[in-house]
């Protein structure tokens, strides 16, 4: 036995858990006290200088079309 639920409530119960969740993340806010520990070296996304040499290698040798972050080349990674 198949239930018909017509598209139109779908699509607007789909819209408002999309609005609800769009709207409960908008109203988080960081304290002053937790901002020492976002702004802690461990936080940062390059802290490594090889682990981050070596993302940066990977993604111009992969992304040709644009030769990468500021790195001229054709995608080779012969650059």
Known sequence: MTMNIPKKSVVLFLFGVLLAGMCGCSSTSVQPWER????????????????????????????????????????????
């Open 36 to 79: 020492a520990a976002l702004a802690d070296y461990t936080m940062r996304a390059n802290r490594d200088p090889l682990a981050t040499a070596a993302a940066e290698h990977t993604y111009f040798s992969r992304e040709s079309a644009n030769g990468g972050r500021g790195v001229g080349g054709a995608g080779c990674g012969c650059n």
